[in-house]
């Protein structure tokens, strides 16, 4: 019964001159955040710098054995330019969970096991998020 009086309240509020300038100008103000987004930059240069600069994923080069991190733009495929040795044979890869070391991650294999003879810890397709 509480909640339907704070209904009807708000309902003879929204109604009455006060609450109707309210809604207006709300309503106003949006309208003309929105305007100001679309017409004006909106981002554009700030998304374009962002897709350049990309996102940090791990790598390991097939070229010269070498893994790590990178920053690797949004826009470009794998196998990128290896930041060690620059062979274009840098592909994907994730970390362990066990042993924390950087592993290849090879596309299409469901199950395999951490290539590390210390370590042998099983990956499912699931678990890398692929």
Same mark, same amino acid.
């Given at each position: 019964m509480a909640e339907e009086s704070r209904i009807s309240r708000a309902r003879q509020w929204i109604n009455s001159p006060a609450g109707r300038w309210t809604a207006i100008g709300a309503a106003a103000v949006l309208l003309a955040t929105a305007a100001w987004i679309f017409v004006g930059d909106g981002g554009d240069q700030r998304a374009k710098d962002i897709v350049q600069k990309g996102h940090t994923v791990y790598y390991y080069c097939k070229a010269c054995k070498a893994t790590g991190k990178t920053a690797k733009p949004y826009d470009q495929p794998f196998p990128i330019v290896c930041p060690k040795c620059g062979a274009p044979q840098a592909v994907e890869a994730f970390r362990c969970? !066990?042993?924390? !070391? $950087?592993?290849?991650? $090879?596309?299409?294999?469901?199950?395999?096991h951490c290539p590390h003879p210390d370590c042998r810890f099983k990956y499912s397709r699931r678990v890398i998020g692929d």
């Amino acid at each position: 019964m509480a909640e339907e009086s704070r209904i009807s309240r708000a309902r003879q509020w929204i109604n009455s001159p006060a609450g109707r300038w309210t809604a207006i100008g709300a309503a106003a103000v949006l309208l003309a955040t929105a305007a100001w987004i679309f017409v004006g930059d909106g981002g554009d240069q700030r998304a374009k710098d962002i897709v350049q600069k990309g996102h940090t994923v791990y790598y390991y080069c097939k070229a010269c054995k070498a893994t790590g991190k990178t920053a690797k733009p949004y826009d470009q495929p794998f196998p990128i330019v290896c930041p060690k040795c620059g062979a274009p044979q840098a592909v994907e890869a994730f970390r362990c969970r !066990r042993c924390k !070391r $950087i592993i290849e991650n $090879i596309k299409g294999v469901q199950v395999f096991h951490c290539p590390h003879p210390d370590c042998r810890f099983k990956y499912s397709r699931r678990v890398i998020g692929d």
